[in-house]
């Protein structure tokens, strides 16, 4: 049973920087895919980041580069998303999601978490 429980979600400011985390349980075995997607309101849900498990191979949606940064803990299953010189455009529910695969790519994932809610007003 494979459970994604994010958290860090919240409210900042123009310029700020917020981290959230997505603990995963029952992926101890196996290849697979990690990601970030995130979805604002009425638009489609669209890719942000993602890192092979095993390899740390990272990828960026072209929105988010040079200011995010996508990192695991192998030890603690914990998977990482560090935002920084957030915009109001980067404000939107923030999910976790992870494919079976020894392939680098992250279309169609297996599993999602249940999102996490990030705004950036002022």
């Known amino acids: 049973q494979v459970q994604l429980v994010e958290s860090g979600g919240g409210l900042v400011q123009p310029g700020g920087s917020l981290g959230l985390s997505c603990a995963a349980s029952?992926?101890?075995?196996?290849?697979?895919?990690m990601a970030w997607f995130r979805q604002a309101p009425g638009k489609e849900r669209e890719f942000v980041a993602h890192?092979?498990?095993?390899?740390?191979?990272?990828a960026y949606a072209d929105a988010v580069k040079g200011r995010f940064a996508i990192s695991k803990d192998d030890s603690k299953s914990t998977l990482f998303l560090q935002m920084n010189s957030l915009k109001p455009e980067d404000t939107a529910v923030y999910y976790c999601?992870?494919?079976?695969?020894?392939?680098?790519?992250?279309?169609?994932?297996?599993?999602w978490g249940q999102g996490t809610q990030v705004t950036v007003s002022s």
């Open positions: 890192i092979g498990w095993t390899t740390g191979r990272t």
């Open positions: 029952g992926l101890s075995s196996g290849s697979y895919q």
């Open positions: 999601a992870v494919k079976r695969t020894i392939y680098f790519t992250i279309v169609s994932p297996d599993y």
